[in-house]
């Protein structure tokens, strides 16, 4: 199944706006810039937030800032208190519980998401079978989205993008990033699908291979 509306965190995108392949990985997903929600509170995080600057310090935060202005913003959810319930999960903090709790509502919705933390606490939570089968099919992890990236612009292209935002002095590097494309330039490709593998399955020992949206 496709989706032609989704709703993006603030880790993935903040990565792909560093990466300077935002608008590629919407291509990957057939989703265009005015449908893709964000979260409310993105713009403020990418002028101030230290973490953007710490992990990405060479890209153009102003730039990125822009980018995410012409997003359009998730509308909130209306059931307040699953958005509530969610929230309570060890794991799933303010930002998840907002998009989950909207994207339950609108079951034309792909969510596209950084946080593999909040899809473990998700799965492993009792109580939440319902919510997890509900979103079923419907969630991209990160790493799938930087594989889908590959694919499109090659393992050299999606590294070399990295490594020019991100440099091997940077302390905070995304580390989903440096499993997958290594600690030496250049990463081979089969090297790079082992770490991608490595990181999906990070996620699926735990929601299971099928729950993922896949493309």
Not at 13 to 19: P, Q, S
Not at 27 to 34: P, W
Request: hydrophobic share 40%; proline share 5%; net charge negative.
């Amino acid at each position: 199944m496709t989706y032609d509306k989704a709703c993006i965190d603030s880790d993935a995108l903040v990565n792909l706006l560093a990466l300077g392949c935002f608008g590629d990985a919407l291509s990957c997903v057939g989703c265009v810039e005015s449908c893709c929600f964000r979260l409310p509170s993105m713009v403020a995080q990418l002028k101030r937030a230290r973490w953007v600057g710490e992990r990405w310090p060479r890209a153009d935060r102003k730039a990125m800032a822009e980018a995410a202005q012409r997003l359009p913003v998730l509308p909130p959810p209306e059931d307040i208190a699953t958005q509530g319930m969610l929230n309570l999960i060890e794991g799933i903090d303010i930002g998840d519980a907002y998009i989950l709790a909207r994207a339950l509502e609108d079951p034309g919705l792909l969510v596209l998401t950084g946080d593999g933390r909040m899809i473990r606490a998700l799965h492993e939570c009792s109580g939440t079978a319902d919510v997890c089968e509900a979103l079923r099919g419907r969630v991209m992890f990160f790493p799938q989205i930087v594989g889908g990236l590959v694919n499109t612009l090659s393992v050299t292209e999606v590294e070399y993008r990295w490594r020019s935002a991100a440099p091997d002095t940077t302390s905070h590097r995304h580390k989903s990033l440096s499993i997958m494309f290594g600690s030496t330039s250049p990463t081979r490709s089969e090297e790079f699908w082992s770490g991608h593998d490595l990181q999906v399955a990070h996620v699926t020992a735990v929601c299971g291979d099928s729950w993922l949206y896949s493309l």
